[in-house]
C-alpha cells in the first residue's frame, strides 16, 4: 500500500526543512512524497532542493494560495492513500505512517484520522492545544466536530470520486471537504487514538487578522450545505474548547 504525502509550502525557510526531515525519517517502506512551492521568494526552495534526491515530485510556481497548491499535488499523486503535512508542521513519531497504513489494512477504511498537538511556535516542545480526535459520528459533524484535518488520510480512489478541495475558500476549503467526506458521503472512517503531528501554532487560520475571514467562510460554508450557519459555527468553536484545558493539564 502506498501512502503519498503531500506538503505545500510557501516562504517556510525556517520550518520546511524539519518537515522533509520527518517524512524521510519514517520508517514505512512505500511512501511517495510530494512538495509544492508556491514560488517562495525566501529561501524555501534553496532547503527543498538539498533533499531533492529523497523527494519524488518537486513543484515551484505560482499559485492562488495553498488549496490551488494542494490540489495540484493530489492530482499528481499515484497512493493508494493521501495524506498531507503542512510546512510549519512535522510527523509525531517515525512510525507514524507505518500505524496509519496498518489501520488502513487492518479494517478497510477509507478514511483514518487520528490526535495531534498545537506546540508554541518557537518551543516545539511546549504544547498549547491538545486535540484528541475521539470516535466519529455524523451526528458529531452534524453538530460542528470535525477531525483536526492534518491528522487525516484519505483513500485516493475517494477523493478522485467525491472531489478535492474549492479553492474558493483561502482558509475553509479543509473543512467543507471533511463535511462533505464525512457528512454527505458513505465512507468507512477509523479513529486511530495516537498522535500523528505536531502543528506550530500561527498559521493562516491561527493569525488573529484572519478570524474574521474564517468567521465568514465558514458561515459560507455551512450555510452551503443547509445547516444553520451561526449555530453550526458556535457548537464548532465550543469542541475545541477541551482541547486547551487539556494542554494546560499535559504541561502541568
Known sequence: MKVSIITSCYNREKTIGQAIESVLAQDYPDIEYIV?????????????NRYRNRIDRIVSEPDKGMYEAINKGIRMATGDIVGLLHSDDFLYATD????????????????????????????????????????????????????????????????DRLGTYDESYRIAADSDLLFRYLYEADLKVEYLDEYIVRMRMGGLSTDSKRRRMMWDEDIRMYRSHGLPPTLTKLQKMAWKVPQFISARLKRF
Not at 514560488?39 to 526552495?45: E, F, I, N, V
Open 96 to 159: 507514524t505512517i507505518s500505524r496509519i497504513a496498518k489501520r488502513f489494512e487492518e479494517t478497510g477504511a477509507d478514511f483514518v484520522y487520528g490526535n495531534g498537538l498545537f506546540v508554541d511556535a518557537a518551543d516545539t516542545g511546549k504544547v498549547v492545544r491538545n486535540w484528541i480526535g475521539g470516535t466519529y459520528s455524523k451526528w458529531k459533524v452534524r453538530h460542528g466536530w470535525l477531525p483536526l484535518h492534518p491528522t487525516c488520510y484519505i483513500r485516493k480512489e475517494c477523493m
Open 36 to 48: 509544492v512551492d508556491g514560488a517562495s521568494k525566501d529561501g524555501s526552495l534553496e532547503v527543498i
